[in-house]
């Protein structure tokens, strides 16, 4: 059961306008009076606190202000107290010695594509659940199969049927994780722990990393035997600690509204993320970057004022609202990088406000039209970035090394393999994505299908590319160049594509419309918020 804050904790102006209740935003520190639906998110800052015994956080009051701690222990009893400061530490308590064991149906590189799997796995009637204890990974559900000889007639059944992926984690535990709160040198044990501030802003100190969050903490245990410290935050807060970290404090006006717009409907669409765990965003890339309240910025807090409340919709849902840093002059479908329900607004589109190429009548299935797309560099939204166009090289020992690790960390068959003979670009979208890689080695092929292409090794920055081999006199591969461009999965907004567009004058309305095609934006309410969720 998780601890539930004070009544009085989230001091928050309310009125009502035309019969719906918003919220005025926590007013902490200057902070934004922005008008947006209160909605509170609760966002994992620190995913797994206590994977390793030297965990240490220390968590402060802003400037004078006095936090109060509630901690509870695995036997329910609950202290609070005050105080300026106090440290979170990890310990180790004995337990009576048993199995930790989970079914592992699936892993991936991502969430879409686990989800997508966990779906196919409920087709058959099998209860899941989809966590990330590195990668992201579907279970057999634990509270269904709750017991070591139900596990493994599943296992056993599976096998029978022809799959070979999944496997049993099992280790044996005579002891665990015990989070401890510190305080004026005295220490408490906190299975869960509640720190609130009178003022809504705590800071939060990892080694040499500060960040002050508004809202309140929870450190909550996670599925992974260890601890997950949560910011419950209402959404126009969390905004500012995203806007400025994702698009650029210095962004172009209009695309710092688009990005705020995104950004807002990519949170409320994607709150069942961590299901798992007991809350639903992270901190990082596999969600959204958010710093708190560390590193705002004035042109990024106009964004979200400017915007208060408006999501992007199609057919009046919330979209799906992916982006990525550098398309690589073409945008992709969402099917072209994960598995799953196509999404209809997110489209092949040229990045690029001129007509340089037309997909209709030069798709980039094709490989020699590929390449010869992947060498143009002028005309496109992103012309002179970075990430536009790469080059990078790996040796047969680094290929063997990244690809080595990347089947440990899956449990795959070919694990063993000692080194690769050959690699291959079988298929590819009419966006240029590669589709399926093989690799041949000496234990046989291996298939990377979509962003697995990408997850496998070290260089490629998207699976927008080809590959060039080198070849000793015995026709032996001895290196391969990665030769594409994009930076990220280049679905949805090129957020280097928004600068241009805006610096050419383009409303956020209209940068949207051109990466979103048929899309809507829309004033958040309660219709909106109460639509289940994409898969």
């Known amino acids: 059961m998780f601890i539930s804050p004070p009544r009085n904790l989230l001091k928050v102006a309310v009125q009502r306008v035309g019969g719906f209740v918003i919220a005025l935003g926590l007013v902490a520190g200057g902070a934004l009076p922005s008008l947006a639906k209160d909605v509170l998110l609760q966002v994992g800052v620190v995913q797994r606190f206590g994977d390793e015994d030297r965990d240490q956080l220390t968590i402060s009051g802003v400037g004078n202000d006095d936090l109060t701690f509630t901690a509870v222990n695995n036997q329910g009893e609950r202290v609070t107290l005050q105080s300026k400061q106090g440290t979170i530490a990890i310990g180790r308590r004995a337990v009576p010695r048993k199995l930790a064991e989970v079914l592992v149906l699936g892993d991936h590189a991502t969430f879409e594509t686990a989800e997508d799997d966990a779906l196919r796995w409920q087709a058959q009637g099998i209860a899941v659940e989809v966590t990330q204890p590195g990668r992201w990974q579907v279970w057999a559900k634990r509270d269904v199969y709750d017991s070591p000889l139900v596990r493994r007639w599943l296992l056993a059944d599976l096998k029978k049927q022809g799959y070979q992926l999944p496997y049993l984690e099992s280790v044996l535990l005579d002891s665990k994780p015990q989070a401890m ?90 709150r069942r993320r961590f299901a798992a765990d007991g809350y639903e965003l992270c901190a990082t890339t596999h969600c959204q970057v958010y710093y708190g309240l560390s590193g705002t910025s004035p042109r990024a807090d106009e964004a979200i004022r400017e915007t208060a409340g408006q999501v992007l919709t199609y057919n009046n849902q919330l979209v799906d609202a992916l982006y990525s840093s550098t398309a690589g002059g073409v945008t992709a479908k969402f099917s072209d990088v994960w598995n799953g329900e196509e999404r209809p607004y997110l489209q092949a589109v040229i990045d690029s406000a001129q007509p340089i190429w037309n997909l209709s009548n ?64 079988t298929r590819r979208s009419p966006s240029g994505r590669i589709l399926m890689l093989e690799v041949l080695t000496d234990k046989g092929v291996v298939e990377l299908a979509k962003n697995e292409a990408r997850s496998a090794f070290g260089p490629p920055r998207s699976t927008l590319f080809y590959l060039e081999p080198t070849y000793d006199a015995n026709q032996r591969l001895q290196s391969v160049f990665f030769v594409g461009g994009g930076f990220g999965h280049g679905v949805g907004m090129s957020q280097f594509g928004s600068y241009k567009l805006s610096q050419l004058g383009w409303s956020a309305e209209q940068i949207l419309a051109f990466y979103y095609p048929g899309t809507q934006i829309r004033q958040l309410n309660e219709q909106i918020l109460g639509q289940t969720p994409r898969p």
């Open 181 to 270: 709160v510190v305080i004026n040198g005295q220490s408490y044990p906190a299975d869960q722990l509640t720190i609130t501030a009178a003022k809504n802003q705590i800071q939060v100190t990892e080694g040499e990393k500060k960040f002050v969050y508004g809202g309140w903490l929870q450190l909550q245990p996670n599925s992974y035997g260890n601890y997950t410290l949560v910011n419950h935050v209402p959404l126009e807060t969390y905004l500012r600690g995203v806007v400025p970290h994702e698009i650029g404090p210095g962004a172009p006006p209009t695309a710092a509204k688009a990005q705020t717009i995104i950004a807002r409907t990519y949170a409320l669409q994607n």
């Open 362 to 425: 030069q798709s980039l299935a094709d490989e020699a039209t590929f390449r010869k797309f992947i060498n143009l560099k002028e005309g496109f939204n992103e012309t002179g970035r970075k990430f536009l166009r790469w080059r990078y090289p790996s040796t047969l020992a680094e290929l063997n090394q990244d690809l080595k690790k990347y089947l440990t960390n899956r449990r795959h068959p070919l694990a063993d393999f000692t080194t690769i003979y050959d690699m291959k670009v």
